[in-house]
């Protein structure tokens, strides 16, 4: 399993995914905000999304896992 953490503390502005997607390395999961700057965070390989662990709106700090990818067989994480 492939953990896909925040790069820093922001609100979860959006949720591009839902659990059962599947998803092409550097794929848009979630998008940040923060200081009024949208922040994308991206699928570090390819794989299906197996649990989205924030939700909207919600304020999610740097280091929290928002997302577990379940990576294509063969793929490996960058």
Do not use: C, F
């Not at 922001?10 to 979630?30: F, H, M, P, R």
């Not at 390819?46 to 649990?51: E, K, L, P, Y």
């Amino acid at each position: 399993m492939v953990e896909v953490r925040a790069e820093l503390i922001g609100n979860l502005w959006k949720v591009q995914v839902k659990e059962g997607d599947q998803v092409s390395a550097e794929d848009i999961l979630v998008i940040l905000e923060s200081m009024k700057m949208e922040i994308p965070i991206t699928a570090p390989v390819a794989g299906t999304v197996h649990s989205v662990l924030a939700r909207e709106g919600e304020v999610v700090e740097e280091g929290q896992v928002v997302v577990l990818l379940e990576p294509s067989a063969g793929t490996e994480p960058s």
